[in-house]
């Protein structure tokens, strides 16, 4: 059984350009969960997505926005890219969310804003 | 006060030893717990969870939750070097989302 994929895998973006990663789920898993993580901060969530609807959101800025679709693959986009904003972006599924049920991540986006 | 909180570490255990993390919460409507375990430069991997009261046994590991005292811990027994990483605690809010601590760096020595 294929893992959270996520591609890719290395970034490398100039201040002020936006930027897509994408997020292809377990199969069958309906929900996915984008995270930042950054050394002091530590892993911050960006938003979850469930059959094409964000449930939730975290406290990022709007330049931060997501996007689910029909197969469950997501992506996140950022734009006006910030130095702040280089971190490692890590997606997780679940079949329905975090609730009692196991939730696995991707191998995550590392991306470096110069 | 933060959501979830983990001693940072280092925390270092002997080769076969037990090692042991905890992990205390504010929110007493969380229901489930998790523990993940991030090698540097990795991404997290599941351990496992856990939302009842009492023990609940992996392999080596153990977790163990006391909603009443608001903390959830992780027992590793017979540690092994290749234990040697960052273990991430989280508790839900909701069922969309998960709220991490820190982490404690845990460093197994031969």
């Known amino acids: 059984k294929a893992g959270v994929t996520q591609t890719p895998r290395y970034l490398i973006k100039t201040r002020g350009q936006q930027v897509t990663l994408s997020c292809s789920p377990i199969s069958g898993h309906r929900s996915v969960s984008w995270y930042q993580q950054t050394p002091g901060q530590g892993l911050q969530f960006l938003f979850e997505?469930?059959?094409?609807?964000?449930?939730n959101k975290g406290n990022f800025p709007g330049r931060f926005s997501g996007r689910q679709f029909s197969n469950s693959r997501s992506e996140m986009n950022v734009s006006t890219l910030e130095l702040g904003d280089s971190a490692l972006y890590l997606c997780a599924s679940s079949q329905q969310g975090w609730m009692n049920t196991e939730a696995f991540f991707g191998q995550g986006t590392r991306l470096t804003v110069v | 006060q933060k959501e979830v909180e983990q001693n940072s570490g280092p925390l270092s255990v002997p080769e076969g030893a037990i090692a042991s993390l905890n992990c205390t919460y504010s929110?007493?409507?969380?229901?489930?717990f998790f523990w993940y375990r991030q090698y540097s430069g990795k991404s997290p991997e599941l351990i496992m969870f856990?939302?009842?009261?009492g023990d609940k046994e992996d392999g080596r590991f153990t977790a163990q939750l006391n909603k009443a005292s608001q903390y959830v811990s992780l027992l590793i027994r017979d540690s092994q070097p290749s234990d040697s990483a960052t273990y991430l605690c989280?508790?839900?809010?909701?069922?969309?989302?998960?709220?991490f601590g820190q982490g404690t760096r845990l460093t197994i020595n031969p």
């Open positions: 856990i939302y009842s009261n």
């Open positions: 989280a508790r839900t809010q909701g069922a969309q989302k998960l709220v």
């Open positions: 929110d007493r409507g969380s229901q489930s």
């Open positions: 997505y469930f059959s094409e609807t964000q449930r």
